[in-house]
């Protein structure tokens, strides 16, 4: 092959791979121009103020996931009606959930080369007032009834709770002094009446009691996994309960909603619906009989809600806590619930 024939290959190839690259950016551009443009049927959405008390009567926010200009934007619905005419906000979030006029959204910084992540603490007019750097992909999050703390999960090695290969980091901060805790790692923790250290420990899935002091939580190690009671005062965190995940504090402070592994599901679909009841230990299984890979909302005492995969990414569903009935989509397009004032 003379010198000119391998010139010639090198630049056909070149020309080649110049073409693919300009290929590859007109499709992600025409993709993301499809994604700020609202399908036929979807919900109707309208831009406003939105605030996360005092707003007029009970409301549901959520990250809106229909496509159109609001997408990722925080939305409100009437709480009777989620499925509703939407307000948006502006506001942009992975992850979201609020209380007593305090809001935590958990939100990608997108770089040149790879994304950051943070987590933004919101006033009643959705108003920054600190944030956050979080270390991995936002996953749940939390804020106590009384709006003092937030509480946020992140993987930081894998991307699924339905694997094994997985860490998660699990941070709280005081809301009104700005303090910290990075990881719950840093408790001290008593396991089946012992104190408990392993460098596999993984906590996540935070939830509150009404008194700013007690928290429910997940850990795993050594292929267990425990529901945690932890203590904001003493700091530490003792095993109450097996197979217990994204653990969910009902309004009266008296049951747990989580999802638990069961036997023969598929390894990426392993989980089912339960309601632990604190005082008894009695567990009840849900009337949903798919794998539900989310943090439940209580809408009340006896409904619970949450997300399953749809059309837009996500739609919301409800079903009785007490193990009667049986579930209903009452909301599409949409993740991350809270319910507000």
Not at 127 to 144: L, N, Q, T
Not at 195 to 200: C, G, M, S
């Amino acid at each position: 092959m003379t010198l000119r024939s391998r010139v010639l290959i090198l630049v056909s190839a070149l020309l080649v791979l110049v073409a693919v690259a300009a290929a590859s950016v007109l499709h992600a551009a025409a993709r993301a121009d499809r994604r700020e443009q609202a399908r036929p049927g979807g919900p109707r959405i309208t831009a406003g103020r939105l605030a996360l008390a005092g707003g007029g009567g009970p409301r549901v926010m959520f990250r809106n996931m229909a496509w159109g200009p609001h997408r990722d934007e925080l939305v409100s619905a009437p709480a009777d009606d989620p499925s509703g005419p939407r307000t948006a906000s502006g506001v942009k979030c992975l992850r979201f959930h609020a209380a007593s006029g305090t809001g935590v959204c958990l939100q990608a910084v997108h770089g040149p080369v790879q994304d950051t992540y943070r987590a933004v603490i919101l006033d009643a007019r959705l108003k920054e007032r600190a944030r956050y750097d979080v270390p991995g992909i936002p996953s749940r999050a939390r804020v106590s009834p009384s709006g003092r703390y937030a509480a946020w999960t992140a993987f930081v090695g894998g991307d699924s709770y339905a694997g094994t290969a997985f860490s998660t980091r699990a941070a709280i901060v005081d809301t009104r002094t700005g303090r910290l805790t990075p990881t719950l790692e840093a408790y001290r923790t008593v396991k089946d009446g012992r104190p408990y250290r392993a460098a596999d420990v993984n906590f996540w899935g935070v939830t509150f009691a009404a008194d700013d002091r007690t928290f429910y939580a997940t850990m795993a190690t050594h292929g267990g996994i425990y529901l945690v009671r932890g203590d904001l005062r003493t700091h530490t965190l003792t095993t109450l309960h097996r197979n217990v995940e994204c653990p969910s504090l009902s309004p009266d402070g008296t049951r747990i909603a989580y999802k638990k592994r069961v036997k023969g599901a598929p390894k990426d679909a392993p989980w089912h619906l339960y309601v632990l009841n604190l005082g008894t230990a009695h567990e009840t299984a849900l009337a949903e009989p798919r794998s539900v890979d989310d943090q439940l909302v209580w809408r009340d005492n006896r409904t619970l809600v949450y997300a399953l995969p749809g059309d837009y990414g996500a739609d919301l569903y409800t079903v009785p806590a007490d193990g009667t009935g049986k579930s209903h989509r009452v909301a599409t397009a949409a993740v991350s619930p809270a319910y507000v004032d």
